[in-house]
């Protein structure tokens, strides 16, 4: 079972500070996708500020999104 995003907050290094259902805030590095398919338009600093939680995980803009799952697994506890 995986745990909802329930805040999102991006930063100028391309990181994301999360924070889950169950309260817990992590940090997730987005610069190891940035060169990875759909995430290269997130390069764009301002494009990547647009993130926002959506349903139980986040979205840009664009319509790129990530799984829930992903940002608890690879992000570290702050």
Known sequence: ???AVKKVIPTDDYKLILT???NE???FDMYPYLNKG???E???INL???VK???DSIEWLNEVDMDPETLYEES???
């Open 48 to 50: 990547f500020k647009t």
């Open 76 to 78: 570290k506890e702050i």
């Open 1 to 3: 079972m995986y745990l």
């Open 38 to 40: 759909v995430f290269r």
């Open 25 to 27: 805030t992590r940090i």
């Open 53 to 55: 939680v959506s349903f």
């Open 42 to 44: 997130l390069n764009d």
């Open 20 to 22: 889950f259902e169950n």
